[in-house]
């Protein structure tokens, strides 16, 4: 039987992963080995943030931290500006310092995707960083620089627990730190706990109506075991979303743990530079509070929505279970959103009697995964309009017990 890594490395890694000079101790990286390896995309940080990223780890000895430094290529788009490029350039040559190596006490490898004609295509952003990070991390473990098969992930705003490193693992799949965003800006930190709790909100929502998929999606909190991340070929270039979209493919083959400690810490930030995520949200929701500073301006998914949802699930799994062939009936909602997902194209292999029901199930819900999920949910709001998170929280979502106030 092949080994899957060495299958991945030659088939679909980025070349980074093949050069002997990030596979080879240097000055930044003299160890041999190293227990850990922290892989971390980097694009116009404070020249601080590693100190402050691993402020509360006490040994990092045997820890590597594998760092992209990267910005977006010039492709002619109207929002390219270069000052943050002038700023990511500052931040690589200050990490490249041998000098700084005793502060940190840590084995550094920088990889330079920042300098003239060594940008990141901007359509492929933080995806192909963290692509690239991991990629090279799951090949010193393959060569057996890295002992351990689980590949960190982190951002430069993230603040890492005391005990990140020797918290128990789960024996493979993805492990899901949970987090929190913080700030000392009390407008940020506002907007922060909105955000937190819409989050959450959709997290539990989807747990308590039967999701397959109701799992956190922050790049910043994930680990992911070697041989997984090499099954589902690694993350997707992608310029946002890209956690999202590796976890919704690890989540088919393997299993995702969400871990109940210790919790992250990630700075609360507001910011354009990706097309939706984090710092956008927190800027819109800055504005409504402006507007209603109590925060019961600030929208979130109609809870009939998710009621909705089980709906659908239930006519799915009972579509897998007819012995009617063709003939099961949705609820009439349901069926309009379901139809305009693609139900038709999948529903023949549902509804095969000739193939046992557990293999129909397993289709059903490989189809209907966690984006088909999100695009459900958003869909419904044609029947269910979006309804204040705190009052939706206090009221008919209640039951959740997310609100600690």
Known sequence: MKDPIAQYLSRYAEPEAADAEHLHTSVLAPKNTYAQCLVVPAFDEAEDFLPRLLRNI????????IIVVNAPKNEGQTSYDPAPIQRTLKLLQTLQTPEAKPLLDCGRLIIDRVSPEREIPHKQGVGLARKIASDVALALHHSGRITSPWIYQTDADACLPNDYFTTPMPQRGCAIFPHRHISDDTEVNAAARLYDLHMSYFVAALRKHGSAYAHPSLGSTLSIHALDYANVRGYPKRSAGEDFHILNKLSKITPLTLLPSPSIEVQARTSARVPFGTGPALSRIIENLRQQPNGSGYLSYNYASFKLLAQGLAALGAACQSTQGAKVEFPPQVSEI???????????????TNTPRNQRQRVATEWFDALKTLRFIHLAR????????????????????????
């Open 338 to 352: 379901l139809n305009e997902l693609g139900l038709e194209k999948v529903l023949p292999q549902l509804t095969d």
């Open 382 to 405: 044609r029947f269910y309009p979006d309804k204040s998170l705190l009052e939706t929280l206090r009221s008919e979502a209640g039951e959740l017990q997310l609100l600690d106030e």
């Open 58 to 65: 006490s040994d990092r000895q045997d820890l590597l931290v």
